[in-house]
């Protein structure tokens, strides 16, 4: 049987960005964009057996929220932007490698430009790795995020790596002939080899998960008062029902936001509720109505939403409406 090999490209121009829910393969990342300034958000993913390289980059503010898949491993780490950058409330840093597990969920915030790698692979597959470069001394976490301090050299050297099989990846598909298995099964060997030389560096330093408990509790906070206000999101929760739900005041929890994700509950919410508008709007038919979508959204004023959404994405929603179904009667006919 051939070995599987793909490499594939998108891009996602302005405010399709939203649609780039699918750029970790097997997860499913939904993106919220936090201003019409977007320009464009590139993805690569390459396919190499039972294992995928992806890699995304953009050059504006996003929000990014979704889960790991549940049979894959994934490792990330950020080659531009990791000073601007949070995962779960929690600051990235650069010369930061992490390890997810299964079924992680995961809050990717960026505030400015930023490029990140991802390499996902079964725990089995990972382990065995692990277990036959280090001798059983790398042990991987069940239910931990594992954050790994790495030196320049170890990154850079990883950096290179990925890019080499990336530009070699990108060769080969555009042949198609009997050799095309055999260097893909090459490149899969040499990937897990530079991410197995990386994650083992004897200069390596796991980041203790008790430092960062305070950090990670409240970004599950956010994350739960997410969950609490989409299931409710008709009936448009109020901030004092969030911090009955979360047991703090509602200073407290406008202090936790701030620190988390640096915007205020009020501001993140209607993030979230813009884009949620936006997102429908964007997949709507002949039958959609503006009313009808803002409603959906915890929005009762027809006017004050429309004037908040062209705020935030630079149109009226009925505009991105009449794209929408233009696009859907172009499709059709």
């Excluded at 030196?151 to 050297?157: D, F, G, H, R, S």
Aim: net charge neutral; glycine share 6%; charged share 20%.
């Amino acid at each position: 049987m051939p070995f599987v090999f793909d490499y594939q490209q998108a891009s996602f121009q302005g405010l399709d960005a939203i649609k780039a829910v699918s750029i970790i393969d097997g997860g499913y990342f939904e993106h919220r964009l936090l201003s019409f300034d977007s320009d464009s958000l590139k993805h690569v993913r390459l396919s190499l057996g039972d294992t995928k390289l992806e890699s995304g980059s953009h050059n504006f503010p996003i929000i990014a929220r979704g889960k790991v898949a549940p049979n894959t491993i994934y490792i990330g780490f950020m080659s531009v932007g990791a000073e601007s950058t949070r995962y779960n409330g929690i600051p990235v840093e650069a010369g930061r490698m992490r390890i997810y597990p299964e079924g992680t969920e995961v809050l990717y915030q960026a505030t400015g430009a930023a490029q990140w790698f991802t390499y996902s692979i079964s725990r089995q597959t990972l382990q065995a790795a692990l277990d036959q470069y280090s001798a059983g001394l790398f042990q991987l976490s069940t239910d931990q995020i594992i954050t790994l301090h790495i030196t320049p050299a170890v990154l850079e050297q990883l950096k290179q790596e990925v890019a080499d099989v990336l530009v070699m990846a990108e060769k080969l598909s555009q042949f198609r002939d009997t050799a095309t298995s055999s260097i893909a099964k090459m490149l899969s060997d040499n990937l897990m080899s530079a991410y197995v030389k990386a994650i083992c560096a004897p200069q390596n330093i796991i980041e203790d998960a008790k430092s960062l408990s305070l950090n990670r509790f409240h970004g599950q906070l956010v994350m739960g008062s997410e969950h609490l206000a989409l299931m409710n999101m008709e009936q448009h929760v109020k901030l004092t029902e969030l911090a009955d739900f979360t047991g703090y005041s509602l200073r407290a929890m406008e202090l936790i936001f701030k620190k988390t994700v640096g915007m205020t509950p009020t501001r993140w919410f209607i993030n979230i509720r813009l884009n949620g508008a936006l997102r429908d709007l964007m997949q709507g038919t002949e039958s959609t109505s503006v009313s009808e979508v803002a409603n959906r959204w915890g929005f009762q004023h027809l006017a004050r939403f429309s004037e908040q959404y062209r705020k935030a994405f630079g149109e009226l929603p009925s505009k991105t409406l009449a794209r929408a179904r233009k696009n859907t009667q172009q499709i059709a006919d």
